[in-house]
Every structure is written in structure tokens, then in C-alpha cells.
């Protein structure tokens, strides 16, 4: 009972109740004879331990771990006593997140994408890390990779700590792959840089399996789509600037090329033509394929799985190593009252995880924190070892309010490239359909 | 009636009408705070920048509006809206008509056919969706699997811009018909026994009857159904958003669902507030002719 009345009460003890929370004491107690009682038996409950609000949006394996961490955490830590709040990835966490802190009293911490930043620190929706702060934890730029510290900077602010680097990555079946002659004396994938090599030696493993060579799944799933796309062009040394009140600056030869090659590999015997992300993730797991491109995720998966396999950063294939990647990133969501105390207990809270991520590589992630990556525990964790290269060649999304995972534009791509994956639409159709959809957008005031 | 009306309407009746309020005053709160003040600010909306963040706030008289008529996206939407309005709302009468003439036959069971017919009204717009993504799955669905046992090739229900609009109709048209289905039996039973009585003496069979008969009866229920369903449909948003989410290609986005997008995900609620004011000014139209067309009816 002290809990639940404890959530009832505002932060920081009692104070006169607004509209909402009267009505939901009232309705729970029956009337104003219980506003009494509630200031009696909350207040004590509160002085103790800080209550953290923590919002964020891991399910299934991913929301397993973080549980997990979470305890540890508070576990430890008398001062604090961290709430979790898990809602769904995608458009219902942002818009709920989004919403929260433009009222002005969010919870004291959440978890979002780094690529998300730029929608929200402008329009004033997150507040900056104090950098002394941090420090005063060991938490610093030395310790981060140079691109993973810098995708939460904005205007010479941080604005988002990364939990994590999560790019996108090829796993393949080392049966397969051995079968096919594809593996070197270390067992590893022998490298392939020529686009035309991959596609050979994806129908040798096709040879193989007598099903597909490659398994990659993007129906109605624009995430997937643009994960492939922006690796393959970001791959080609090609730059994407989108800045309000200026039409996209893109490469579109780069572009309708990297389409075309995409094309060539969802021929129905390299890679089913039309796929779901389900579908290529069951058909890799039951050894359908030889390689699937996919998150880095879907290791838990695969590990379940019982199939050998190993994994590794998207082959090289147009000179430039890259990779699509986002982090999950910790943010303090805009505060109008801030309650000092909850703060540095929010500092603390997100440098004991980011110490204790090494349970987190575990679910396939990249730790973000330096002195974890370059742990024993960690350098002997395969096969996650084997793309921690990732963190050097990753790229987020390009930087605009309306970019980002789970974001708009990701759904406008797929609204006009999908027919280009499915051989329905010409390359150079879809993706001038896509810059124009880019452009409307960018005409329209940044409402951020 | 009208003279008890006026007697009454002597010393006590201000007392009365103190009273009348008191009782009144807990509903009309609510109205007042929760419906019709969000409709006058959402008005006021419409006119300025509002954002979500509170960047570019000021008062921008009729861009709104304008950007709106002049917006693909828009009209896209609107388009989508209308069609579904009319694809779904067809069968969603003529199936309700035909279940509740069969059911009406005094089958074996009736209640159990009632029943059946009528249950997946109570389900969740969620659950619906479940049951139809997993049936349209293209690799592992139950109807391209039984489609495969007849010889036919599996259809893409949600992948084809053509078809997935389709796809959210059967959806529908299963998950709501039942509601329809219950207004036509119930009118049909209430349909004096005489008539058909007199029908059979006169000779008539059982289709006469039912043209005859059964259909003019039903007229005034039949003009409730449509509108009802006209504006149910046009509302439409839950199952798509669950199912497509408004794919592929934006082919199955619905207008509420473009409302949510530009405001809650793109940000700009001045912007958003003003397509919903458009599309408040079509289903007011769309109302105000189902009155007129009553009162000529009646008339």
C-alpha cells in the first residue's frame, strides 16, 4: 500500500494535489477525508529512498536484460529505488515521450535512439548532461567511441549518454559458409570487397542450402529497408544533408546504384524477392540460408537457435567500410521543477549501468562504454567481438527533426522504395518519389 | 398536454429550472471541459503554428487551410477514406441484410446463428487485427494456405497497394457486420406477422413477399444502417493503423490516421487541427443531408 500511495503523491512528498491526482485519490479513497490520510502515510515512504521514473521501449530479450540491470542496480544503490516503464518501440514511445516532456513533468530518465536527438533537444523537449557531472562518475568523451560520443551532441551540448551501438550486420552459417568454401584458416569469413564477388559467393552458399543464399527480410518495414540502403550508400563515401528550408542534398547516382544492387540480390535465388523480417529471420535460423542481414538483436535469437554461426559488419563492397547503426541512449526529458536530489540519483543510476554493460553485449549490442569494450570478459565474447569494429564505421541516420528509428522517415521511404525492392518500380522512380516526399518537408517550418 | 406545460410554469418554475441545472451540471461539465472546449481550441489550433515543442507558435491566419488544400498527402488520405466508406459500407448493409433474412427463416438454432453472427462485435479492434495479420501472412497464413489446397496462387493481402485496402474491408466487414446484422433482425421481427399471412392467401412466394413486403418495411432501418455505417467507416482508423499502419505505399492511410501523424508524430498541431477541421466539415455535411433527406422522407 505505501507504494502504490507513493506513486499516487507527487515527486518530492506531499504537495496540494492538481486535478488528476485528486480525482484519483478521491476515487480510490471515497472522498476528501482521504487527502489526510494519503499525506500521512506517504510522506514517510518518500523520505527514504528516491523514487527514479525511468521510461523506455526494450521488449522481449532486450527488455529481459535491462530488467536485470535495473535490479542489480537498485539492488545496490540504497539512495534510489529506479521505476521502469516499458512502452512500445516505435511511434507510441516518441509520441508519449514527446508529449511528457513538453508538459513538463517527465520521468527523470528515459532511453532513447541517438538518431531521435535532433527532433527533440531543439524544441527545448530534453535537457543536457552537465558534463562535470559525469566526469565525476568516469563517464567522458575518452571514454566513448568518437562517433557513438558525438551522435548525442547537438550545439555543443550532449544531450543523450549511449547505452550502446546497435548496427546493422551480417551473421552467417559457418556449416554453410565451410561447405562453400567461403571460411579462411580462422575460420572466419574470407573478406569480400567487390560487389559482384558477393554476389557469386552468395549463390555458392545458395548452391549449398538449396534454398537461399542470403536472408533478408524488409516487407512493410521501413527500418529494414533504410538499414540496407544507408549502409550500401554510405559505403560509396556518398553524404546525405537534409537542412530545413533547403531542398535534400544527396547523390542520387549513388543512390538509384546502390537500389539497383539491392535488386539484384532479392532475385529469388540469392534472397527471397519479398520477404518479411520474420520470415528471413526463421528461414536463416532453421539453416535456410547462408547469411542473414539483419540487427545485431537478433544474436539472442540465433544463439536459441542452436545453428553455428558466426557474424560480422557488412561486407565492404563499394570501398568505404560503413555501417547503419543507432544507439540506445540515455536522456534527461525536459524538467520544469527539476528535483536536484533525482538528478545526480539519475547520474548515478546511468553510471553504474553504463559499468555494468558487459550483461548487455551479451544481448548483442555494442557496449558504448570504452572500459567495457576493451575488457577480457568482453574480448572473449564471440561472436559479438567479432563486429566491435562496428563502432569506428557507424553512421546514424542523417541529421534532421524527422529522422530517426521509428521516425517518419523511415516510413516514407518505404512508402516509395518498397515497390523498388519488389522489381515492381525503376530505381531512379522510387527514389525521386522519396527525395520529393524529403522535400515537401523540408519546405514545411521545422516545427521543432 | 400543453396547457398542464404552461400552468406550471408559475412561481416555482425558476426553481425549477435551478434544479433541472443541478442535475444536469455533472454531465455538462465534462461536455463543457471535454468536448466542446477541445473543439473551440482546436479551432483556434488551426489557425496558428502550434507545435508540439512550442517552436514557430504565432498566429498564421489561413496557411493552415491553405497548405491543406494543397497538400497530396491530404487528398491521398481523404481519397482513401471515401473509398474504404464505400467498399466497406456495401456488404457491411447487404451481408447484414442477408444474415438477418436467413437467420429469420426459423432455422434450427437461431440463437446459436445470433449468436455467431454477432460476437466478433465484442472483440477488440487489437485482437481483430491479430487474428488478420496472422491469416494474411503471405508465407504462414491460414488463407493462402487453404487458397494453395484449391490450386491458387498466394495473394499478397497486405503487400499490394491494390489489395491490402481490400484486405481491411473483409477485416471489417467480419468484425463489425454483426452490429448491422442485429438492427435488420430486429426490425424484421417486428414486422406484423398479418402482412405475410395475407401475402400467402393472395399467393404471393417467398421472394414476392420478401420485395414486397420485408424490404419497404425495412426502409426506415435501412436508412439508420447506412448512415450509421457512412460515418462509422469514414471514422476509420484502429484496424488499419493495427493492420497496414497505413501501408504499403500509404495506400491504406486513412485521414484520422494522417491527423495523427502530422500532429502527434510530425509535431504540428496547428497544422493537424486544421485537416481535422476539414474533415469535421465533411462528416457535418454528410449529417446535415441525412436530416434533410429524413424530413423529405417523412414529408
Redesign the interface.
Same mark, same amino acid.
Given at each position: 500500500m505505501p507504494n502504490e500511495i507513493a506513486r499516487i503523491l507527487p515527486p518530492s512528498g506531499w504537495r496540494s494535489p492538481n486535478r488528476r491526482q485528486f480525482l484519483t485519490g478521491a476515487a480510490l479513497l471515497g472522498g476528501a477525508a482521504a487527502t489526510g490520510t494519503l499525506a500521512g502515510c506517504g510522506g514517510p515512504a518518500a523520505a527514504g529512498e528516491e523514487t527514479l521514473r525511468f521510461w523506455h521501449l526494450l521488449s522481449g530479450g532486450d527488455g529481459v536484460k535491462m530488467q536485470a540491470m535495473i535490479d542489480r542496480v537498485n539492488a545496490e544503490s540504497p539512495d534510489f529505488d529506479v521505476v521502469p516503464t516499458v512502452l512500445a518501440w516505435g511511434?507510441p514511445y516518441?509520441?508519449k515521450l514527446?508529449?511528457a516532456s &513538453?508538459g513538463g513533468r517527465p520521468p527523470e530518465l528515459a532511453i532513447m535512439h541517438a538518431s531521435r536527438i535532433p527532433?527533440y533537444a531543439?524544441?527545448? #523537449?530534453l535537457d543536457a548532461w552537465d558534463l562535470d557531472e559525469l566526469a565525476k562518475r568516469d563517464v567522458s568523451k575518452e571514454t566513448f567511441a568518437d562517433r557513438v560520443w558525438a551522435s548525442g551532441e547537438l550545439d555543443g551540448d550532449i544531450f543523450s549518454i549511449a547505452l550502446d551501438s546497435h548496427p546493422f550486420i551480417a551473421m552467417y552459417n559457418t556449416d554453410v559458409a565451410g561447405e562453400a568454401g567461403l571460411l579462411g584458416s580462422d575460420g572466419l569469413l574470407t573478406e569480400i570487397t567487390d560487389p559482384e564477388r558477393f554476389l557469386e559467393a552468395m549463390r555458392e552458399m545458395q548452391a549449398v542450402t538449396g534454398g537461399h543464399g542470403l536472408s533478408y527480410g524488409y516487407? !512493410?518495414d521501413g527500418a529494414q529497408m533504410w538499414r540496407l540502403f544507408y549502409t550500401l550508400y554510405r559505403q560509396h563515401g556518398a553524404e546525405m544533408a537534409l537542412n530545413s528550408g533547403q531542398p535534400a542534398d544527396v547523390d542520387r547516382d549513388v543512390a538509384i546504384d546502390c537500389l539497383t544492387y539491392i535488386t539484384s540480390l532479392l532475385d529469388d535465388t540469392i534472397c527471397a524477392s519479398?520477404?518479411?523480417i520474420n520470415?528471413a529471420i526463421a528461414e536463416f535460423a532453421t539453416g535456410g540460408s547462408g547469411m542473414l542481414f539483419s540487427g545485431v538483436w537478433e544474436l539472442p535469437t540465433m544463439q536459441d537457435a542452436g545453428i553455428a554461426f558466426d557474424a560480422m559488419t557488412i561486407p565492404t563492397l563499394f570501398g568505404t567500410p560503413a555501417a547503419y547503426a543507432d544507439s540506445h541512449a540515455f536522456v534527461l526529458p525536459h524538467q520544469n521543477d527539476v528535483d536536484e536530489a533525482r538528478r545526480a540519483a539519475a547520474y548515478d543510476f546511468v553510471a553504474n549501468i553504463l559499468k555494468g554493460s558487459l550483461s548487455w553485449a551479451e544481448a548483442g549490442h555494442i557496449p558504448a562504454y570504452q572500459p567495457v569494450v576493451n575488457s577480457e570478459e568482453y574480448r572473449s565474447l564471440e561472436p559479438q567481438v567479432h563486429y566491435a569494429n562496428a563502432a569506428e564505421i557507424i553512421n546514424y541516420d542523417p541529421r534532421a527533426?524527422?529522422t530517426g528509428s521509428g521516425?517518419?522517415f523511415q516510413?516514407f521511404f518505404? &512508402? !516509395?522504395v518498397?515497390?523498388v525492392f #519488389?522489381g515492381r518500380e525503376a530505381p531512379d522512380v522510387g527514389w525521386d518519389a522519396f527525395v520529393d516526399r524529403l522535400n515537401t518537408i523540408l519546405s514545411?517550418? !521545422?516545427?521543432? | 398536454m400543453s396547457t398542464t406545460v404552461t400552468g406550471r410554469r408559475s412561481p416555482n418554475s425558476s426553481k425549477n429550472n435551478l434544479h433541472g441545472w443541478a442535475f444536469s451540471a455533472p454531465f455538462l461539465i465534462f461536455f463543457l471541459m471535454f468536448l466542446v472546449w477541445p473543439i473551440i481550441h482546436g479551432l483556434y489550433m488551426s489557425f496558428t503554428g502550434q507545435t508540439l515543442t512550442g517552436a514557430n507558435n504565432g498566429f498564421v491566419g489561413f496557411a493552415n487551410y491553405g497548405e491543406a488544400f494543397g497538400d497530396p498527402d491530404m487528398w491521398r488520405s481523404l481519397g482513401n477514406t471515401i473509398y474504404f466508406t464505400v467498399i466497406s459500407t456495401i456488404p457491411l448493409v447487404l451481408i447484414a441484410l442477408v444474415m438477418a433474412g436467413l437467420v429469420n427463416m426459423n432455422l434450427p438454432a437461431q440463437w446459436l446463428w445470433r449468436f455467431s453472427f454477432f460476437v466478433p462485435f465484442l472483440l477488440a479492434s487489437t485482437v481483430v487485427s491479430q487474428f488478420f495479420l496472422w491469416m494474411y501472412n503471405p508465407q504462414l497464413g491460414l488463407i493462402n494456405d487453404a487458397l494453395s489446397t484449391f490450386g491458387i496462387a498466394p495473394v499478397p493481402w497486405l503487400n499490394d497497394p491494390n489489395v491490402a485496402m481490400w484486405s481491411i474491408v473483409i477485416a471489417t466487414v467480419w468484425w463489425t457486420v454483426g452490429f448491422n446484422f442485429l438492427l435488420y433482425l430486429a426490425a424484421m421481427q417486428n414486422i406484423p406477422q398479418q402482412h405475410y399471412e395475407a401475402a400467402s392467401l393472395d399467393g404471393a412466394g417467398g421472394w414476392r413477399q420478401f420485395f414486397s413486403i420485408t424490404l419497404p418495411q425495412l426502409g426506415p432501418t435501412t436508412v439508420l444502417i447506412v448512415i450509421l455505417q457512412v460515418l462509422a467507416s469514414l471514422k476509420v482508423f484502429d484496424q488499419i493503423y493495427q493492420i497496414t499502419a497505413g501501408g504499403p505505399g500509404g495506400s491504406t492511410r486513412s485521414l484520422v490516421q494522417y491527423v495523427f501523424e502530422t500532429g502527434f508524430t510530425g509535431y504540428r498541431l496547428g497544422y493537424s487541427a486544421a485537416i481535422s477541421f476539414i474533415f469535421f466539415a465533411l462528416i457535418l455535411l454528410v449529417s446535415v443531408s441525412q436530416i434533410f433527406f429524413n424530413r423529405n422522407r417523412s414529408a
Open positions: 511511434t516518441y509520441t514527446a508529449m &513538453a527532433g531543439p524544441g527545448g #523537449l516487407i !512493410n519479398g520477404a518479411d520470415n527533426w524527422f521516425s517518419d516510413t518505404a &512508402a !516509395n518498397q515497390n #519488389l514545411k517550418p !521545422n516545427p521543432v | -
